[in-house]
């Protein structure tokens, strides 16, 4: 009677269990429950900042490629200037060794023709070098053209647009590290996709945790540099 006692024990013992179930009591968690809801919000997050790091990436380069076309076309205006300048330097030269040719020779109608022929910047600076006394004094310029007033047309224009074509450079080298680093950035949240996709892989509770902390640890450190780094929106 007392091993039938046992049996009838039992079986009222799981329909009482059987009841409790019916009446909504809560089954244990599984072990792997909170690793895998933090592994789903790991995973979720990280998505949204490597779009957000491959846009800001793409909105610096773009910046970058301005820059450096603006740089570009600088140079080439300061190159277009360089070459009137040097026209304009060429016909002072000209018109000046005939001048000294003319003084030398002792040609006073050549030299008061070619003295007449003295473009705007040449004229002034003839008159200041001559105001030296270029044959007396041998510390004196040796010709007008080493004067600071002496200035050909264009030569302004070219070291303008030449410092300008520096600036956008500068900045155009400044845009590019900024790429590079949110291009970064994308990679580390590759890495952190990658640690926390393994955490779903494997036997061994703990080797899961232990790639879903390093997951933890990179997206931490990424979300840091997301946030230290400039922005372009």
């Known amino acids: 009677m007392t091993g039938v006692g046992r049996q009838v024990d039992r079986a009222q013992a799981r329909q009482a269990g059987d009841a409790a179930d019916a009446h909504g009591s809560p089954a244990p968690a599984r072990p792997g429950h909170v690793r895998e809801v933090v592994t789903v919000v790991v995973l979720s997050v990280t998505a949204v900042l490597t779009a957000w790091s491959v846009f800001e990436a793409s909105q610096w380069g773009g910046e970058m490629s ?12 300061a190159s277009r200037h360089a070459a009137e300048a040097d026209a304009a330097r060429g016909y002072d030269l000209q018109t000046f060794a005939v001048w000294v040719q003319a003084v030398a020779q002792g040609d006073e109608p050549l030299a008061a023709f070619a003295r007449e022929r003295f473009s705007p910047q040449l004229a002034p600076a003839m008159d200041a070098w001559l105001a030296t006394e ?42 590019d590290e900024r790429s590079d680093r949110y291009t ?20 061994a509770e703990r080797l899961r945790w232990t790639l879903l902390g390093v997951a933890l640890v990179l997206v931490v450190v990424g979300t840091g540099l997301l946030l230290a780094f400039p922005k372009i929106v």
Request: hydrophobic share 55%.
């Open 184 to 203: 970064f950035l994308t990679v580390l949240f590759a890495l952190v996709l990658f640690f926390a996709s393994l955490s779903t892989r494997g036997r």
């Open 66 to 77: 301005i820059a450096f076309s603006k740089a570009s076309s600088a140079r080439i205006e």
């Open 134 to 175: 270029p044959l007396q004094d041998p510390d004196a310029p040796r010709s007008p053209f080493a004067l600071p007033v002496y200035e050909p047309p264009g030569a302004a224009d070219a070291a303008e647009a030449d410092a300008r074509a520096e600036d956008w450079f500068a900045r155009a080298l400044l845009l």
